[in-house]
Nanobody, 121 residues
Framework: QVQLVESGGGLVQPGGSLRLSCAASGTIFSINAMGWYRQAPGKERELVASITSADITNYADSVKGRFTISRDNAKNTVYLQMNSLKPEDTAVYYC???????????????WGQGTQVTVSS
């Protein structure tokens, strides 16, 4: 299995910043895309940002210009720097990766357990 462990969530005031981290571990041959999704109460899970192994990034329109995704391939880690946070950013944030465990495996999706981000005064 591939395990994803997230850290960095918490409570922050509007306009504040948080940095999420997610480290992948286990038997890993290669990781394709990594990213962050979020799910607010009563809403569907949505893509926040993703980054490919070639560092091509994609952002939800609602976070463009405020959030930055990056990855450290040597550490199998993805980061999400969140600035100018708004109350509507409140959600559980889930780390995702698409990876192969072995060279002959088909790539599959893996998810972290989620970390709560609350933006409130």
């Amino acid at each position: 299995q591939v395990q994803l462990v997230e850290s960095g969530g918490g409570l922050v005031q509007p306009g504040g910043s948080l940095r999420l981290s997610c480290a992948a571990s286990g038997t890993i041959f290669s990781i394709n895309a990594m990213g962050w999704y979020r799910q607010a109460p009563g809403k569907e899970r949505e893509l926040v940002a993703s980054i490919t192994s070639a560092d091509i990034t994609n952002y939800a329109d609602s976070v463009k210009g405020r959030f930055t995704i990056s990855r450290d391939n040597a550490k199998n880690t993805v980061y999400l720097q969140m600035n100018s946070l708004k109350p509507e950013d409140t959600a559980v944030y889930y780390c995702h990766c698409n990876a192969r465990r072995r060279s002959y495996d088909m790539p599959r999706d893996y998810w972290g357990q989620g970390t709560q981000v609350t933006v409130s005064s």
